[in-house]
C-alpha cells in the first residue's frame, strides 16, 4: 500500500482503533487538520470487502483488516475439521478393534464378522462397528463435559460469584493486547514517509500504537480522549492487572504534545489523576445549522398535525434503555409516536422482536434504519423530542456528554433524558427538557408526557433549545482545536524545512 503524501506539507496521521465510517467527530478534525496545512491520513480498521485505501476530499483513509476472534476460528475452522477427520472412528477402527476387543467384541468370529477381507485386500467398514465406536466417543466426551461442569459449579460455589463472564473478559482482554500489537505493526506497514510526521491518537487503544510511532519516528503525537477507560461498558469490572495496564497507558498522555478531552468530567480525571496538563475540552458538536423543520419522518409514518413523535437517534443495542423505552408506549400520551433510526446489533435483534411482539405497539413504535451523519441533525428535525434513555452501567454513561445530545439540541426537539450527572445534569441546569429518575417504563413516559402539560412551557423550552444551539456548535469548539494544533503545525513545517 502507498500513501499518498504531500512533500509540501507535515504530514500528520489519525491513528484510530475502529470503524470511522459513521464517526463525525475524526471527519471533523481532519477536515480542520487540512485547512490548517498537514496533509492528514488516518489509519483505521478495515473490512474484507472493502478497499484498504479511500481518497477523499482534503484526507485519505488507510484501512487494516484485523480479524476478530471469531472471524479467525471461522477461517481456520476447516484446518481444525482436517486435523479432527485424522482420528476419525472410520480411520481408527482397525485400531480401536485390537486396543478394545474384549471389552467391544466378545467372540472372536465378531471381529472377522465386521471387518471382511475382500479378495483385493481392501477392508470393508461395518455399520454396526462404527456405530459401536461412536458410542464409545460420545459416551467419553459426555463424561468429560459432565466433569467439566461439575468444576465449574464447585468453582463458583466456592468463589460466590460466575466465572464465566469473568473468563469471557479475561480472554477479552488478553487477545485486546495481541489485536492491538498487531494494529501498531500494520500501521507502520502502511507509514512509509517517516519525517516531519504527527501523530493523532484517537481514544485509549490508539494511545500506544501512536506513542510507539512518535518515538519510534522522533516526532509529535497528540491524543483525543473521547471515554473514560476505566468506566467503560464491560463484560466484568477491570481486574488489578487490567487496572495497572490501562492505568499505565492512559498516563502517556502526559508525553502528549496536546490532549483533548470530549467531557468535562474526562478533562478532570486527565488533569488530577494523570497529571496532564493544558487538557482541551472539545465537545463533540455538529456544525450549526439554522433551524428548518424536516418532512423526514412525514414521509416515512402517518401523522396528523396533532401527533408528537418522540425520536431516538443511535445504535440500537443493550445497555441504551430501548427495552424500557420500548415498553413505555403504552404508556405516553395518545398523541406520542416513538421512531428509532440507528443501526440494530446483530445480537440484540432476537432479544428486541421479543419485546416488539410482546407490546404490540405496532402503530405507535418504529423501526427505522440509520441515516447519513451528515444527514442526522437534518433529519432529526422533523421530530419533536428527543430522548436520551442512557443507563448508568458504568462511569463513561454516568457522566458523559454523547454526540446525540448536540444534535438533539441542533435539530431542536427538547430533550428527554436519564437524570444522570452528565447529561441529566445538563439537560436541567440549561432548562432543555424533561428528566427520570429511574429507568422504568413509567418514569420514561411520565417525563415525556410532563412535556405537553402545558403547551407554552413546552415552545418556551424548545426556544432555550434553539439558542442553545447557537452556543453548542462546531463554529465554536473548532477555535479551540485549532488554536491548540496551530504550534504544532508551525513546529512540524519548520522541522521539515530545515531538511
Same mark, same amino acid.
Given at each position: ?16 482503533? +475502529? ?8 471527519? #471533523? ?19 474484507? &470487502? ?23 476460528? *471461522? ?29 467391544? =467384541? ?21 455399520? *454396526? ?65 517517516? $519525517? ?12 500506544? @500504537? ?60 486527565? $488533569? ?7 487538557? @482541551? ?5 455538529? +456544525? ?34 430501548? #427495552?424500557?423505552?420500548? /415498553? ?15 443501526? @440494530?446489533?446483530?445480537?440484540?435483534? /432476537? ?10 405497539? &405496532?402503530?405507535?413504535?418504529?423501526? =427505522?434504519?440509520?441515516?447519513? %451523519? ?14 436520551? %434513555?442512557?443507563? &448508568? ?10 454526540? #446525540? ?22 439537560? *436541567? ?12 417504563? +413509567?418514569?420514561?413516559? &411520565? ?17 432555550? @433549545?434553539?439558542?442553545?444551539?447557537? /452556543?453548542?456548535?462546531? $463554529?465554536?469548539? *473548532? ?7 496551530? %504550534? ?12
Amino acid at each position: 500500500m502507498t500513501t499518498l503524501a504531500n512533500s509540501n506539507k507535515p504530514t500528520l496521521y489519525i491513528v484510530a482503533y +475502529q470503524y470511522v465510517d459513521y464517526n463525525t467527530r475524526i471527519h #471533523k478534525q481532519a477536515l480542520l487538520l487540512s485547512d490548517l496545512g498537514f496533509d492528514v491520513h488516518v489509519i483505521c480498521f478495515g473490512r474484507i &470487502d472493502n478497499d484498504g485505501f479511500e481518497d477523499r476530499e482534503k484526507y485519505c483513509i488507510h484501512r487494516v483488516v484485523i480479524k476478530s476472534l471469531k472471524d479467525r476460528v *471461522k477461517s481456520q475452522w476447516y484446518r481444525v475439521v482436517s486435523f479432527l477427520r485424522m482420528f476419525s472412528p472410520y480411520k481408527l477402527t482397525p485400531r480401536l478393534h485390537l486396543k478394545y476387543r474384549k471389552g467391544l =467384541l466378545n467372540k472372536k468370529n465378531h471381529y472377522e464378522a465386521n471387518i471382511k477381507t475382500q479378495n483385493n485386500g481392501v477392508r470393508v467398514r461395518n455399520k *454396526k462397528t462404527e456405530h459401536i465406536l461412536l458410542q464409545l466417543f460420545a459416551r467419553t466426551i459426555f463424561e468429560i463435559i459432565t466433569l467439566c461442569s461439575r468444576a465449574l459449579v464447585l468453582c463458583e460455589h466456592f468463589l460466590g460469584k460466575p466465572i464465566g463472564a469473568s473468563f469471557k473478559a479475561s480472554a477479552q482482554r488478553f487477545f485486546k493486547v495481541l489485536f492491538i500489537t498487531e494494529f501498531a505493526f500494520k500501521c507502520a506497514n502502511v507509514i512509509e514517509r517517516a $519525517e516531519s510526521n504527527v501523530y493523532f491518537a484517537h481514544d485509549l487503544y490508539a494511545l500506544p @500504537v501512536a506513542y510507539w510511532l512518535s518515538r519510534r519516528h522522533n516526532c509529535q503525537f497528540v491524543y483525543d480522549s473521547v471515554e473514560l477507560s476505566l468506566g467503560r461498558n464491560r463484560l466484568a469490572p477491570p481486574g488489578l492487572v487490567s487496572r495497572f495496564m490501562i492505568s499505565r497507558t492512559e498516563a502517556l498522555a502526559r508525553k502528549a504534545d496536546a490532549v483533548f478531552a470530549a467531557w468535562p468530567y474526562l478533562k478532570k480525571i486527565l $488533569e488530577k489523576k494523570y497529571g496532564v496538563k493544558r487538557v @482541551v475540552l472539545l465537545l463533540n458538536c455538529p +456544525q450549526y445549522r439554522p433551524y428548518r423543520r424536516s418532512s423526514y419522518l412525514d414521509d416515512k409514518i402517518y401523522r396528523d398535525h396533532n401527533t408528537l413523535i418522540v425520536l431516538y437517534i443511535g445504535v440500537i443495542t443493550e445497555g441504551r434503555g430501548i #427495552k424500557e423505552l420500548i /415498553e413505555s408506549v403504552k404508556y405516553l400520551n395518545n398523541r406520542f409516536k416513538v421512531v428509532l433510526i440507528g443501526p @440494530v446489533a446483530q445480537n440484540y435483534k /432476537e432479544q428486541l422482536n421479543r419485546v416488539l411482539r410482546k407490546e404490540a405497539n &405496532d402503530s405507535r413504535l418504529f423501526i =427505522l434504519d440509520p441515516v447519513p %451523519p451528515n444527514k442526522v441533525v437534518e433529519y432529526a428535525s422533523s421530530a419533536d423530542v428527543g430522548i436520551i %434513555p442512557i443507563q &448508568d452501567n458504568c462511569l463513561t454513561q454516568i457522566y458523559c456528554l454523547p454526540n #446525540k445530545l448536540f444534535q438533539n439540541i441542533m435539530a431542536g426537539l427538547p430533550i428527554v433524558a436519564n437524570n444522570l450527572k452528565g447529561i441529566g445534569t445538563y439537560v *436541567k441546569e440549561n432548562g432543555l427538557g424533561s428528566v427520570f429518575n429511574d429507568l422504568l417504563p +413509567q418514569s420514561i413516559a &411520565d417525563a415525556i408526557n410532563r412535556l405537553v402539560i402545558d403547551n407554552n412551557s413546552f415552545q418556551a423550552i424548545r426556544n432555550r @433549545v434553539l439558542e442553545k444551539a447557537k /452556543e453548542m456548535c462546531w $463554529e465554536k469548539e *473548532k477555535e479551540k482545536f485549532v488554536k491548540a494544533m496551530e %504550534p504544532i503545525y508551525l513546529f512540524s513545517r519548520e522541522r521539515l524545512m530545515n531538511m
